[in-house]
């Protein structure tokens, strides 16, 4: 499995950002595909995830009702659509994939993961 995470940069509180996960190497439809941040300093935690066949998500409370995780079937790409970012959501962001039916909220549970995208919220 390989995946290319894009779409971070340096925005303002409030702004919106969107990044991408293109994903290749296996055929996803029993997968669960998750966003991770991790800031300076922290523990990577939980974003969003979403199963690949249902489309059903799962959120962090802490973004809930700003963040929206989708996927595109055709261009096998996750995407996290970030509105009204906050200088806490900054970080590192990672996408990563799970061959399950079950949405995993737990980095060690995710057997494989992109490179990264930093997102910088500036306040």
């Known amino acids: 499995v390989q995946l290319q995470a894009s779409g971070g940069g340096l925005v303002q509180a409030g702004a919106s950002l969107r990044l991408s996960c293109a994903a290749s190497g296996r055929t996803f439809s029993s997968y669960v595909m998750g966003w991770f941040r991790q800031a300076p300093g922290k523990e990577r935690e939980f974003v969003a995830a979403?199963?690949?066949?249902?489309?059903?998500?799962y959120y962090a409370d802490s973004v809930k009702g700003r963040f929206t995780i989708s996927r595109d079937n055709a261009k096998n790409t996750v995407y996290l659509q970030m509105n009204s970012l906050k200088p806490d959501d900054t970080g590192v962001y990672y996408c990563?994939?799970?061959?399950?039916?079950?949405?995993?909220?737990?980095?060690?549970?995710?057997?494989?993961w992109g490179q990264g995208t930093l997102v910088t919220v500036s306040s």
């Open positions: 990563a994939a799970k061959k399950a039916s079950l949405i995993y909220a737990y980095p060690k549970s995710y057997d494989d």
């Open positions: 979403i199963k690949w066949s249902s489309g059903s998500p």
